[in-house]
């Protein structure tokens, strides 16, 4: 469960953030007349997502997908799409949005006064307009697209090893995974109505300008090196050379291994919104007639002030979630020691007495080589067998198995084992090892554990 909380909330933060401060930017400016432009965006942009998830968890579509436009490809075509329309938007956004559009909920907090205003600024949008909600409409695209195909998928690939999606296993980690979509849609909904009732609109600009740029430049030092090396569909005279272009792989490691920073700059950005109403609504600074006025001042002051404090306390939850969750959700798991058993001549034996508990045993022997061999064995639940099998497997190596309650769990990928399939080869499962029961022991031949050195050679 907090797996999958802290990385969707880890690989939506920035996309929604600046989706949020578009749409607030454009609602601000040209009213409810620039949402078909921006719904547009973003549904086109969730159904070529989907697509594309799909054609990921397709093997033969996966394979044509990149015989046609690989990862590398996409990432490119995403961040030029990213970066034309957030630049495209704030250029115009300079030429043809400079006021608040009269409709817009911070001009007034009266309803009749809205309404009133709200017919006069009804009306077509002008041609500037209709190109400063088109390029939104293309940035909105270009980030859903961009992060959303991984979102998408996640669900089908909460892996449990055979028991289905009617599992605790797979509840959990749609728990997780629906957690953070409903806490990123209240955190988009409250910043966006705390940037269109924010009175100062220069602030909305500004604050909205430094997350856009800032997330253009994250996106654009992800591809560099790709850019460089591989992009063709482009005249484009630099080719990368490490000696000559080191700078571009250092920048684009950095910037793709420090998404929490950049996602804590960009929010952070943005909580200047929230922050800035809160202070502006501690006191009443509109004029008033009589005391009935004043409590209504006052009254929509507390409710803006709530909201301002909503948004930055989600804010905090998020920080909270890609620190602390995420350390504690990756903790590295310590195996459990080795326990003791008897070597008679080339057989080793176990008794059946210390293995018949239902917990997981391991077990280790150092070959000649000094490689240490591990397995490990685990009475398989209303049966008589043994789930037995080298501490290692054919996807994830030897990372090793530990116990997590009464789940047997893989160290590297999380994956919860199926105990019953224990000792059965492919997937996830531990490697099978033979074994025989004879006289209350559980007996392994010296060659079967020394066969198994390959696996534990790094």
Not at 201 to 214: D, F, N, Q, W
Not at 408 to 427: E, Y
């Amino acid at each position: 469960m907090l797996k999958y909380l802290y990385l969707t909330v880890e690989n939506l933060l920035i996309a929604v953030t600046l989706i949020t401060l578009i749409a607030a930017l454009i609602r601000r400016t040209y009213g409810r007349r620039g949402r078909p432009f921006l719904w547009a965006g973003g549904i086109a942009g969730l159904l070529a997502s989907a697509a594309l998830a799909a054609a990921r968890m397709d093997l033969q579509a996966n394979r044509q997908l990149n015989t046609w436009l690989n990862i590398s490809q996409q990432a490119i075509w995403t961040t030029l799409i990213i970066i034309t329309g957030s630049l495209g938007f704030l250029i115009l956004l300079a030429f043809f949005g400079r006021k608040d559009c009269p409709d817009s909920a911070s001009a007034t907090h009266s309803p009749a006064a809205r309404d009133t205003a709200a017919e006069g600024a009804a009306g077509r949008l002008t041609a500037g307009g209709i190109a400063v909600c088109v390029f939104a409409a293309i940035a909105v695209f270009g980030l859903t697209v961009r992060e959303m195909p991984g979102i998408i998928s996640d669900p089908f690939n909460f892996d449990t090893m055979g028991k289905g999606v009617i599992s605790e296993e797979w509840f959990l980690r749609l728990a997780g995974w629906l957690l953070a979509l409903i806490l990123l849609a209240l955190y988009a909904r409250w910043l966006f109505r705390s940037a269109v009732r924010l009175k100062s609109r220069g602030t909305v600009v500004a604050v909205t300008a430094a997350a856009l740029l800032t997330g253009c430049f994250r996106v654009f030092a992800i591809i560099l090196r790709y850019w460089t090396a591989n992009i063709k569909e482009f005249p484009w005279p630099i080719r990368y050379d490490r000696a000559r272009f080191a700078w571009a792989s250092d920048l684009t490691i950095f910037a793709s291994s420090n998404i929490l920073l950049f996602s804590a700059l960009i929010a952070g950005i943005a909580m200047i919104i929230p922050l800035k109403l809160f202070i502006d609504h501690i006191r009443v600074t509109e004029p008033y007639d009589n005391p009935a006025q004043l409590r209504r001042h006052r009254f929509n002051n507390r409710k803006l002030r709530r909201m301002a404090v909503r948004t930055l306390a989600v804010f905090a939850v998020f920080i909270v979630c890609m620190t602390a969750v995420k350390s504690y959700a990756t903790r590295p798991v310590v195996l459990s020691s080795p326990e003791s058993y008897t070597v008679e001549g080339d057989r080793i034996l176990v008794d059946l007495d210390d293995i018949s508990d239902g917990h997981l045993h391991r077990f280790e022997y150092v070959t000649k080589k000094n490689i240490a061999v591990r397995w490990i064995v685990i009475k398989k639940p209303n049966s008589a067998a043994y789930g037995v099998g080298l501490d290692a497997c054919d996807v994830c190596g030897n990372a090793g198995y530990y116990e997590r309650g009464n789940q047997v769990v893989c160290k590297r990928c999380d994956v919860v084992m199926n105990i019953r399939t224990i000792g059965f080869p492919g997937g996830c499962n531990p490697i099978p090892l033979n074994y025989a029961i004879e006289n209350g022991k559980m007996v392994f031949l010296l060659e079967d554990i020394i066969a198994g050195e390959s696996e534990f050679k790094f």
